[in-house]
């Protein structure tokens, strides 16, 4: 089974709407990290929020908010007033329990469309 | 801030070529890690490093291997690359602390002929 579902292969949104891109995960560990990533166009990987499996509240940095939904499994991302540089692909991504090297699984990722 | 470099944006090569891809980090971090990137598959863990000269195979070490002898440094070897190793390279180095996060290179295109 797949531990990391994004079921948006693509999404449109207008210039200064908000856009929410979905996310699913799926694990047994009680301890857990999600992370949501952005890569432009120009290939790299951009870190934009991080929410712990244990974080009371939802995790937000400036215009993304991440809808924490731990019963349906469920982070997805929040876009408020998107921009047009916003255009990029995003990738949810888990990490499971304390293993030694912390390592992540990603989504198949969304690509993101902003029109003006 | 984390700066992760990696040695080339893009690569060619021909098919049994033996390929090194570099990547360097500037902030001491003991975690170190290789994903190749394909449409439609995310990214997939090719090999990581915990320590110096310490490393486990990700999802997909297969024609692979992974060097790292240097803290600042961990490099990816393809032995005798194929065309199937044709993707988007990127290495990755973790910061530790509340939300152990990584951060990305650039990406290494690679293309092989």
């Known amino acids: 089974a797949q531990k990391i579902t994004q079921t948006q292969p693509g999404m449109f949104v207008q210039e200064k709407e908000a856009v929410t891109l979905d996310c699913t995960y799926d694990t047994s560990d009680p301890s857990y990290g999600l992370f949501w990533y952005k890569q432009p166009s120009s290939g790299e990987m951009i870190f934009l929020i991080y929410q712990g499996s244990y974080d009371q509240q939802n995790a937000t940095e400036g215009r993304y908010s991440l809808n924490f939904q731990k019963a349906r499994k469920s982070a997805n991302l929040v876009i408020s007033a998107s921009q047009l540089g916003d255009s990029a692909m995003y990738f949810c991504a888990m990490r499971e329990g304390h293993g030694s090297a912390r390592q992540l699984t990603f989504g198949s990722g969304t690509q993101l469309t902003v029109l003006p | 801030d984390v700066k992760v470099t990696q040695s080339s944006r893009y690569l060619v090569k021909r098919t049994g070529e033996k390929v090194f891809l570099e990547c360097v980090q500037d902030m001491d971090h003991e975690n170190m890690f290789w994903y190749r990137q394909d449409p439609g598959l995310g990214l997939r863990l090719i090999y990581f490093s915990y320590d110096v000269k310490m490393k486990e195979k990700g999802d997909i070490p297969e024609g692979y291997s992974v060097s790292r002898e240097k803290k600042e440094r961990f490099s990816l070897i393809l032995e005798s690359a194929s065309t199937n190793q044709t993707s ?20 290494t295109r690679l293309t092989v002929l």
């Open chain 2, 88 to 107: 988007m390279y990127l290495c990755a180095s973790l910061t530790q602390g509340a939300t152990d996060t990584q951060y990305f290179g650039p990406g």
